[in-house]
């Protein structure tokens, strides 16, 4: 008996994974605060503030683009994990925040 190919209607196209999505926003994560870690190093003060405030809505600019381009390609489960990810980044930077209680500095 010979294999019969499966036809284009039984194969299904890759959805991604929900753990690649998070693989993914983690690196993410971790290479913006190396970056931030090495801007406030060498920037004022003035800098490290606002970068430890934000920590968790600045990634997300980076995260967005990511998330829009994984549900292009198809990757619906991809870009849940970076959804997951980019919520959980949010959400724990507003709790850090209040329970810290950062105000804005008043600059000038």
Known sequence: MEAIPPSEEQ??????SIGRGIAIAVLCEFGFLVVESIVSALKANSYFVYILMFWG???LVALIPLFII????????????????GSIAFLL?????????IRIPHIG
């Not at 194969?11 to 991604?16: D, H």
């Not at 994984?70 to 990810?85: D, E, F, K, P, Y």
């Not at 930077?93 to 209680?101: L, T, Y």
Request: net charge positive; proline share 6%.
């Open 57 to 59: 809505v600045i990634p």
């Open 11 to 16: 194969e299904r196209p890759s959805k991604g």
């Open 70 to 85: 994984q549900v292009q390609r198809g990757h619906s489960r991809t870009a849940n994990g970076i959804l997951i990810i």
């Open 93 to 101: 930077n507003a709790a850090c925040d209040a329970i810290v209680g």
